[in-house]
Structure formats: structure tokens, C-alpha cells
């Protein structure tokens, strides 16, 4: 919703409102109306200097006014009222309060969750409690007749082709001369310098396109030249560069893209949908290419949330690969063959570390053989061995299949380890854990990837069968 259309929007069947004072954490000044259907309609009060009569329009504020004051009186039947801390509140209907609170209460009883706070978090509960469900699967808006959007391809190339036209809302000259903080202020322009097929749940009277859409724009070349200048433009907010050539290039800015306002992830899903959708699919993944080749090397709590990751990667078509992510301890060296070795006065290691049962490396040579599959070191050697030392050690020992990464080293247990690299792969992956720690030490929806090797005999034939029924299914 903006200043110029909030009086429109009639809402009803409303499960969750909330609202930010200003000064407060977060998105200060910022409401948020959820439906019972998971739409989300989104206005921040400061940022469209609207007045406090027309606050109150969008949302009756005394309801807000008074439970902070210590006074519940008059929050509606059927309604609670929720402080989310550091200025933000909310007002949500009974049905969804005990799943929010249970949701919340096991989220901080997490490593991820521990230190925080509901603002940060009620949003993505309250849409998984409404509907599990994400706001990308939310209904179409419709018109207020329950019709839905007709496609506009000739008005969105008039908006490029900067002609006047009063349905037209925006000026293409004028959001592309926008400065960084205009970029962030704005809201309701990124629908037409990205339009999708998909009307917009924030901003449903925004034009969309169709199939027919990406050969029109291609033989206009003004509207061309100014669709690729406003990528350009937002690239350039996102710190990045482009050549031109489809080639994406770091910025020498020092704010990475990950650092931006969190709706900005929401921003860059529209507009990967966008170039995929107007015939720029390189372009889109060069982009989604260097994103994820930076969150590599991001600190982990600028990572942004798995869904995130998800969304991006669902706007690509991509290569689906085969992974082994491999631990060494108890599953290529083993209690057994240590057995031997001491018996038959043979060394136990060399420059890199223990030795390796040869029947284990035959059990995963195996593996590879069966599935093709890649090979991803989750090992604790990988915090004191280089990618060098292992390609090194790989090599010397004549080790089967291709060690193409570690996982990250974190705080966290194994199985997080090894979902962080999984959510960072550019691919889609099937993968195997092969690994001699206990079940707790890796997520529950790994279980079904997971082998657990007996430490006395390590990686055995039968495992190596189990991982190739799990690798080709």
C-alpha cells in the first residue's frame, strides 16, 4: 500500500496486524496487515508521510495506544494484543496466539534462536501457522469484481518508453536517477522495472506481463535500452556492477548485497523472475551466480534464511548434482585396520595424517563408480588441512572420485554444517552423509540421507550399497 492508493483497500478477513512506533527496531513506522489466506499488504507510515488520521484509517490505533499504556480494555473480542519488543507490536486473532507463542518458544531453545527477539520473527511464523505455506503461494490478487489481472504488455513498454499515460505511476527517467536512499524509501516502483507474469501481493495494482511480453520487449529497442538501464540501477544499489555483457562484477562499494534492508531479498526474487521472464535468462543467473559465490565467504549471521536461499534458487533451472559429504574418523580410518597395522609393525601415518583402510576406500570407491557423484569433506580435518593439502593428499594416496569443497566450519553441529553448504549450492543436490558421530549431531530431515558407520570397521560394502540405493533413487 503507498500514500497515493491506501484508501482503496478494504480489508477483510484479517489475522494479524502489526505496527512499528517511530524510533522503533527494525522497520520503524512500518504496518503490516496479514490475511487468513497468507497476503500480505505492507505500508510504512514515515517513509509515505501520512498523517495520523490516515494511520488510523489503515488501522484503528487506539487498539495499539492503550495495551502499551497497561490497558487491554478495549482490544476487540477474539483478539490479542502482543508487544514484539523494541517498539514493534501486534494484534493477532486468538486461533493463531498459542501456535505463535509454541513456535516462538522452540525457536529460542535453538542455536539459531537463542538470542532472539519476536519483531524479528513473528512474520514468517504467523504465514507457516496461517496456511504453512509461503507468501510466494498466497492467492492472486484480484480486482474488486474477483477478476484477476489482465496482462499489460503495451503499458509496460510505454512505462519504458517513457510515454505519458495516467495509468502509468511512475516516471522509468525518474527511478533511474534515484539515489540510494530514494531506492530504499520507495517501494512501489520495483513492480514496473521488474514486471512477472504474477500480479504482486503488495502492490496489486501494478501492471503484469505475459508469454508474449519478452519477444515485444526485444523488438523495441528503447524500451530495451531502459528495461537493461534499470537493472543496471539496481545492480548498482545492490553493489554490484555490470558490463554489458551480462557479466556481473563486484562493486568497489563496501556494503555487500546481503547487508541491505531484509525486503530487498524479497526485491531481488522479482527480479530474477523478471529476467527470466523478458528473455535475459544469463543475465538473471550471472546474478544468482555471484550472489551465492559471496554468501560463501559472508559471515554466517548475514546469511539470509534458508526459504531465501530457496526462492532464489527456485527462479533457475538448475543442474542437479550428486554429493558424498565425507567424514574421515571412523569412516576412511577405522579401529580395525589400525589393528593391523600395529601388528604387522607398519606406519600408521604419513605427511597428512592417519592412514586410510583400503577396504573403506574400496567400499567408496564403489560410490563414485555407481552414482558419479561429488565428494564434499565435512571431516573436522578440514579445519586444519587446506583445499591444497587435501587435493594433495587425494592425489598421493590415489584416492577415488573428486573432492570438490569442504563445509564450512561453524558453532554449530555437523548436520548444520552441512545444510549451510547444501542452502549455498548453486546447484540442487541429492546427497549422502556418511559419517560415525550419533543421529544428534544432524538435522531430522537428514536422517533418511544419513549412514552411521561402526568406528571399529568404518565405510563397509553394505553401507557403500546403502549410499548408492540413496545417491540413484
Not at 503499458?155 to 527517467?173: A, G, M, W
Not at 552414482?371 to 569433506?377: L, Q
Not at 580435518?381 to 573432492?403: F, S
Not at 564450512?408 to 559419517?435: F, K, M, Q
Request: a negative charge; aromatic letters at 12%.
Amino acid at each position: 500500500m503507498s500514500k497515493t492508493n491506501f484508501q482503496h483497500f478494504r480489508l477483510s478477513d484479517i489475522a494479524a496486524f502489526s505496527y512499528a512506533f517511530a524510533g522503533a527496531m527494525g522497520d520503524c513506522g512500518g504496518i503490516i496487515i496479514v490475511t487468513n489466506t497468507a497476503q500480505i499488504y505492507y505500508i510504512n507510515y514515515l517513509n509515505e508521510d501520512l498523517t495520523w488520521e490516515e494511520v488510523n484509517e489503515i488501522i484503528p490505533m487506539h487498539l495499539f495506544k492503550l495495551p502499551v499504556l497497561g490497558n487491554t480494555a478495549k482490544v476487540p473480542d477474539g483478539w490479542q494484543f502482543i508487544s514484539l519488543g523494541c517498539g514493534n507490536n501486534l494484534l493477532l486473532k486468538h486461533l493463531y496466539v498459542e501456535k505463535l507463542n509454541t513456535m516462538f518458544n522452540e525457536y529460542l531453545q535453538t542455536e539459531e534462536g537463542q538470542d532472539a527477539i519476536l519483531y524479528q520473527v513473528w512474520l514468517k511464523f504467523i504465514l507457516k501457522i496461517i496456511n504453512d505455506t509461503s507468501t510466494n503461494l498466497a492467492p492472486l490478487p484480484r480486482h474488486k469484481n474477483g477478476s484477476l489481472p489482465i496482462p499489460k504488455n503495451e503499458l509496460v513498454l510505454r512505462f519504458f518508453r517513457n510515454e505519458i499515460d495516467e495509468r502509468i505511476s511512475h516516471r522509468h527517467e525518474d527511478i533511474v536517477v534515484y539515489d540510494d536512499n530514494q531506492m530504499e524509501m520507495y517501494h512501489d516502483f520495483i513492480q514496473w522495472i521488474f514486471p512477472t507474469k504474477r500480479p504482486s501481493i503488495m502492490h496489486p495494482e501494478a501492471p503484469i506481463i505475459d508469454e508474449n511480453f519478452a519477444e515485444m520487449l526485444c523488438a523495441d529497442k528503447c524500451a530495451l535500452k531502459n528495461y537493461c538501464k534499470s537493472c543496471q540501477r539496481y545492480l548498482n544499489y545492490m553493489n554490484f556492477d555490470c558490463n554489458g555483457d551480462s557479466n556481473i562484477i563486484d562493486s568497489t562499494r563496501e556494503m555487500p548485497f546481503y547487508k541491505l534492508p531484509y525486503h530487498n531479498f524479497l526485491r531481488i526474487t522479482r527480479m530474477l523472475d523478471s529476467l527470466n521472464q523478458t528473455g535475459h535468462q544469463q543475465c538473471s543467473y550471472n546474478i544468482y551466480k555471484k550472489m551465492f559465490e559471496l554468501l560463501k565467504n559472508a559471515p554466517l549471521t548475514w546469511i539470509p534464511h534458508d526459504d531465501t536461499l530457496q526462492y532464489w534458487k527456485n527462479t533457475q533451472q538448475l543442474a542437479s548434482r550428486k554429493i558424498i559429504f565425507l567424514d574421515f574418523d571412523g569412516v576412511m580410518d577405522n579401529a580395525k585396520y589400525d589393528i593391523y597395522l600395529n601388528k604387522h609393525n607398519l606406519p600408521e601415518k604419513d605427511e597428512f595424517g592417519v592412514l586410510f583402510d583400503p577396504d573403506c576406500i574400496a567400499a567408496l570407491a564403489h560410490i563414485v563408480e555407481q552414482t558419479g557423484a561429488d565428494i564434499v569433506i565435512s571431516s573436522s580435518w578440514k579445519d586444519y588441512m587446506t583445499m591444497d593439502e587435501i587435493h594433495a593428499m587425494w592425489h598421493k594416496r590415489q584416492l577415488p572420485g573428486k573432492v570438490i569443497d569442504v563445509t564450512p566450519t561453524t558453532s554449530r553441529h555437523r548436520g548444520d554444517e552441512i545444510a549451510t553448504w547444501i542452502n549455498l549450492c548453486l546447484d540442487t543436490c541429492s546427497y549422502v552423509i556418511i559419517d560415525d558421530q550419533p543421529r544428534e549431531q544432524f538435522n531430522t530431515d537428514q536422517y533418511d540421507q544419513l549412514i552411521i558407520t561402526n568406528g571399529f570397521y568404518g565405510l563397509t560394502q553394505s553401507d557403500a550399497e546403502h549410499a548408492v540405493e540413496i545417491l540413484n533413487q
